[in-house]
């Protein structure tokens, strides 16, 4: 517990929404252990496992491979908030505290300290049970790139490479048929995928989160694209993307999640406004969860390799209730209560957004 002697066993987990990544963290967290004298132990399925009580011992074997391949060899969920367990009973959704649950297996494995890799909700459950004793160490993930404590997350290169070898793909084809194709990409309140993605596959269009829409100015900039002789557009939309005054888009909610609301749509609500508004036959592409799966870019496998060996090395230290970060070209480590207190959104000055805009995409901004 807390503090005490020698650190020697490690819980080591993977929570949320998954990403390219996770393994090479699990992997650089797993292969120095034995140098620190320590033993790692792999809880199944995020917090929902650590609940639950499910972990195993892992051994080098267990990750030798496993830097190229996708997902996350422990498995995920972003349904096990321990603080807003759910238990469905005859329709109804009932919500319990699951932490002394939390807190009784790490004392049974015998843990002195636990590695949690996730986004922002990770971090938020890391927060409370390092309040209540538990020595965590979290390694911040998401392709969303949207929290604001570290400079970068590793998954989210990965997520743009996707979205820029699929906005490669639509504009042959776009251009073809002279249509405009509108992509949906990942990015619930923030616009980093697709302004990244965009940026990269040269979208014509980019719609943020952060920067309200207004239809007339996207019907424009497709009317002054084809006066220009260009007969095709693209648009990429980040999910959480929206009309001006309007609201978001959305497939639905479950109580169960983490986040409980699920976005999803926008791309066909502007691909049918456009095509009705400006008469361009308009197609629609929702690039969902392609966006997360299969092997990590490189720079992808590099970073979360460092933020593994960095926060095993920080369990030696017994850097405690801290996050690892990036932070220029350093990997260093905040306070975990510091990384959670707002989210990293697009600023309309970012440096990403003007080189943009100097390019002639338009984020047709109210
Ligand atoms: O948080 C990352 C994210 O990719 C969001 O952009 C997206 O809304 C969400 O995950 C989708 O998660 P799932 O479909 O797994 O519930």
């Known amino acids: 517990m807390a503090g005490e002697g020698e650190i020697r066993r490690i819980g080591v987990l993977t929570g949320g929404g998954d990403c390219p990544g996770l393994n090479a963290v699990i992997r650089g967290v797993t292969k120095p252990a034995q140098d ?16 639950e009580g499910r972990a195993k011992e ?12 996708g997902g996350t060899i422990l498995g995920s969920s972003n349904k096990g908030d321990p603080f807003h ?65 570290t400079d970068l997350t590793f998954g989210h290169d990965s997520a743009v490479y996707v979205v820029t070898t699929a906005l490669d793909r639509l504009h042959t084809t776009a251009s073809s048929h002279h249509r405009v194709i509108v992509t949906e990409v990942m990015g619930r309140y923030a616009g980093w995928i697709a302004l990244n993605g965009g940026l990269a596959g040269g979208a014509d269009v980019i719609l943020i989160p952060e920067m309200p ?95 593994g060996c960095f926060a095993i090395d920080m369990a030696s230290k017994k850097c405690f209730g801290s996050m690892v970060a990036l932070k220029g070209a350093e990997i260093t480590k905040v306070a975990i209560k510091d990384a959670i207190i707002k989210q990293k959104l697009v600023q309309p000055d970012d440096q990403a957004v003007l080189a943009a805009k100097a390019v002639g995409i338009t984020f047709c901004e109210d």
């Open 58 to 69: 892992l051994r080098n074997t267990d990750v030798s491979g496993i830097l190229i391949q």
């Open 85 to 149: 367990w759910t238990v469905e009973s005859n329709g109804k959704i009932e919500i319990m505290d699951k932490s002394e649950e939390v807190l009784r297996n790490y004392k049974a494995w015998n843990l002195d300290a636990v590695i949690a890799i996730g986004g922002d909700g990770t971090m938020h459950i890391c927060d409370k049970l390092t309040k209540m004793g538990m020595n965590i160490i979290g390694v911040p993930k998401t392709i969303d790139n949207d929290l604001d404590a």
């Open 213 to 307: 829409f207004s239809w007339k100015k996207v019907y424009d900039k497709i009317h002054k694209r084809e006066l220009m002789g260009k007969r095709f557009s693209l648009v990429c939309a980040a999910e959480g993307a929206k009309p001006a005054g309007g609201e978001i888009t959305t497939k639905g909610t479950d109580f169960k999640r983490t986040d409980p609301i699920q976005l999803g749509g926008i791309g066909k609500v502007v691909a049918d406004k456009i095509e009705e508004n400006t008469g361009r036959e308009t197609r629609v592409t929702v690039l969902g969860h392609l966006q997360r799966g299969g092997s990590p870019t490189p720079f992808d496998r590099i970073l979360a390799t460092k933020f």
């Open 36 to 51: 620190y004298g320590m033993t790692v132990y792999g809880i199944a399925d995020g917090f929902e496992g650590f609940v």
